[in-house]
């Protein structure tokens, strides 16, 4: 009888251990979009379904930020499916989003991309920042995927990754017409606050070098970490205390916006140089307006580009999200409309060799509706290629600056 007992206690401790160890498994992260039951290219009736993984931070500071990226890449997935899919070697296809948070770090962005290969099948994962698409890189050539890499970060081409596609432009090239138009504006004097990230680290060490060449001094120099930092009054004070003539800020939209309204508030009139994550339509909301952020140059907002795409992009991203699209939504969308074309044209859906060797073919078929950016061709790195579009803001509006 104690023998009988015994057996059942270790039966009933070894089924609650499996019990917990299934939840545990399941429950750390959850997609937000219900994955299809067999990956990429499963069957769902006649239709097959494309799994299109992604992973970005969705909660913490850059939450906004990346919930932007992904507005992009669901935008256009929806519109592709609404009219009835698409089509790939005689067999018809709709894409499924499947995204994960990564919260903005890149071990959380590798364990993501593992899991959304093994669990979905996905032949591409879209993620918007440098620390997350080097942890990709490690070994997407070895598991097959391709990275669509959201990110200015020169490197991420650099290192000669066959299966990475870089949408937007390198950032490399706004050093000069940045550089020009604060120097002229301001003065030589500029104190280096942006964010901690790698992105940040790399940005600084191609611009303090630039800077200092055109005669310039770098008066302060330092980051803030806007994943532990909320209140910026100490260091924005102590880099005041260096008289500087530019501010050189970025990172995410809104915490950068909010170093840009701190340093008014502490009496700053100087000018800004904002790195390209950071969008001036999306600062503006926290600023309360363009007036704070005069003398500020940036990246042109997607809203005021004269594309003739942009007006009916804008209404119907504004009906969907209730808010304006930045570039970070736009640029993905045509992003993923790009992949698709490429899959059509490579006369496959999971063969990611032959879709990424067809990504010229992806850009030169986009449909009118998604050329809300002007990009003629995919560079020999592997990024897409498109001419700068930078603006100002003078008077408390935005103004075109041409780059030379």
């Known amino acids: 009888m104690k023998r009988m007992k015994s057996l059942f206690i270790m039966c009933f401790i070894f089924v609650m251990i499996f019990s917990l160890a299934a939840c545990n498994s399941t429950s750390d992260k959850t997609a937000s ?32 930020y990346g919930k932007r990226t992904l507005n992009g890449i669901s935008m256009a997935a929806d519109e592709i499916n609404s009219a009835g899919g698409f089509e790939v070697g005689g067999k018809k296809y709709k894409l499924n989003i499947v995204s994960l948070d990564d919260k903005y770090l890149p071990n959380e962005a590798g364990a993501n991309a593992k899991r959304l290969m093994q669990e979905n099948k996905t032949p591409i994962i879209f993620t918007p920042h440098s620390g997350g698409v080097f942890a990709l890189q490690v070994f997407n050539q070895q598991d097959k995927f391709i990275i669509g890499a959201y990110t200015s970060e020169p490197k991420v081409s650099d290192v000669g990754n066959k299966l990475t596609v870089r949408i937007p432009p390198r950032y490399d090239g706004y050093l000069k017409p940045f550089t020009d138009y604060a120097m002229d504006k301001f003065g030589k004097k500029i ?17 303090k070098p630039y800077w200092e060449k055109q005669g310039g001094k770098v008066v302060y120099n330092s980051s803030i970490d806007f994943a532990k930092e909320t209140d910026f009054f100490t260091i924005v004070t102590n880099a005041l205390k260096e008289k500087p003539d530019v501010l050189f800020i970025g990172g995410a939209s809104e ?73 970070e939504a736009g640029l993905n969308y045509i992003g993923m409309y790009a992949f698709v074309e490429a899959m059509k044209a490579a006369g496959s859906v999971d063969d990611v060799e032959k879709i990424r060797a067809n ?29 700068l579009v930078v603006a100002a803001v003078e008077n408390g509006k935005i103004v075109p600056i041409q780059v030379k």
């Open 33 to 64: 979009t219900k994955p299809a039951s067999n990956g990429g290219g499963s069957k769902s009736g006649d239709v097959g379904t494309v799994n299109i993984g992604y992973t970005g931070p969705l909660s913490g500071p850059a939450a906004f």
């Open 191 to 207: 104190a280096f606050l942006p964010t901690a990230s790698q992105y940040g680290k790399d940005w600084s060490a191609k611009l």
């Open 359 to 387: 990504m010229q073919k992806g850009l030169d078929n986009l449909p009118d509706k998604a050329k809300v950016y002007n990009i003629p061709k995919i560079g020999e790195d592997g990024g897409f290629e498109s001419k």
């Open 255 to 327: 915490p950068t916006a909010k170093v840009a309204k701190q340093a008014r508030e502490l009496g700053f009139k100087g000018g800004f140089i904002i790195m390209d994550q950071a969008k001036l339509d999306e600062m503006k909301k926290i600023t309360g307006g363009y007036d704070a952020l005069n003398g500020a140059i940036g990246v042109m907002p997607l809203v005021d580009s004269d594309e003739a795409a942009v007006p009916e992009y804008v209404k119907n991203y504004k009906a969907k999200y209730n808010e304006d699209p930045g570039s």
